[in-house]
């Protein structure tokens, strides 16, 4: 069975940084595409960033592209989001994902095989 467990998150002023980690277990594909969401009150699901197995494959949504850092070990079947100067229009319930398709598939239709069990990141002074 595949299960993503998350953690990370927490308060944090704007312009501060978080790091989210997320395990995967029970996959056995040698290729998939792990990625980052959030869900916003009254804004549905916001893709932040997708990454395929090699370390220059990777997608970020405008909103975080030059501020979040998504990165992966294959051999701990690992994903992280670094996420820097945050600002509060970051505030949301972030989500980790496993996709056995492409990243492309992943970040452009915001699906998934699995989905992690979520972890709030309030960005507030």
């Known amino acids: 069975q595949l299960t993503l467990v998350q953690s990370g998150g927490g308060l944090v002023q704007p312009g501060g940084s978080l790091k989210l980690s997320c395990v995967v277990s029970?996959?056995?594909?040698?290729?998939?595409?792990l990625g980052w969401f959030r869900q916003v009150p009254g804004k549905g699901r916001q893709r932040g960033s997708c990454?395929?197995?090699?370390?220059?494959?990777?997608f970020y949504d405008d909103s975080v592209r030059g501020r979040f850092t998504i990165s992966r070990d294959n051999s701990k079947k690992t994903v992280w989001l670094q996420m820097d100067s945050l600002k509060e229009e970051d505030t949301g319930v972030y989500l980790c994902?496993?996709?056995?398709?492409?990243?492309?598939?992943?970040?452009?239709?915001?699906?998934?095989?699995?989905w992690g069990q979520g972890t709030l990141v309030t960005v507030s002074s």
């Open positions: 990454m395929g197995d090699r370390d220059n494959d990777k």
């Open positions: 994902a496993a996709y056995l398709g492409t990243l492309q598939q992943m970040c452009r239709m915001y699906t998934s095989d699995e």
């Open positions: 029970g996959i056995t594909a040698d290729s998939y595409t």
